[in-house]
């Protein structure tokens, strides 16, 4: 009987924890994205923070209309942000979302132990900026897992 308990309470406590955490929609005028439930979201003068409530990293969220910015500065522009010395190379092109031009980086500062992934939709003269924070070594593993399930789900409206 005892083992018969046992059984069951570990495999419902396998059950129980293997559940995939809640989503909720955090919606602006102009894009939505999914976050983890359990997340908060600030938004400081249009630039709109989530982030777990330890707070070992966050998704950083920025438009901009009327950005007279040509392609040929995207790259520059986001190597930029980050005083990254690195080729121009490493900056991806990913293709097209709903017209938009899509860019990504990814960038590990050593110096501040973060690593960042960054986004960058452009259309005409609206870009959106969307970037991952977070702390080295909470990157692997479950955090990795959550804040690239948030950023993948990044939707314009428009």
């Known amino acids: ?12 406590s ?3 924890f ?4 809640g989503t909720e929609l955090y919606e602006s005028e102009n894009y ?5 439930d359990l997340w908060k979201a600030t938004n400081d003068e249009g630039i709109v923070n989530i982030f777990p409530t330890n707070q070992i990293g966050a998704i950083t969220i920025s438009e901009y209309h ?3 910015l040509p392609k040929e500065e995207v790259k520059k522009f986001i190597l930029a942000l980050y005083n990254s010395p690195e080729d121009e190379k490493k900056v991806k ?3 097209n979302k709903k017209g938009y031009s899509e860019y990504q980086y990814d960038y590990l500062d050593e110096k501040e132990n973060l690593y960042w992934v960054t986004k ?8 959106y900026l969307i970037s991952i924070n977070c702390q080295q070594k909470h990157w692997n593993g479950n955090y990795k897992m959550l804040f690239s399930e948030a950023f993948e789900s990044f939707k314009i409206k428009k």
């Open 93 to 95: 092109n990913t293709g």
């Open 1 to 12: 009987m005892k083992k018969s308990f046992l059984i069951a309470a570990f495999l419902l």
């Open 120 to 127: 960058v939709y452009q259309k005409n003269k609206d870009l």
């Open 66 to 68: 009327g950005l007279d």
């Open 32 to 36: 939505s994205i999914k976050m983890p």
């Open 18 to 21: 293997s559940q995939k955490l």
């Open 14 to 16: 396998i059950f129980t």
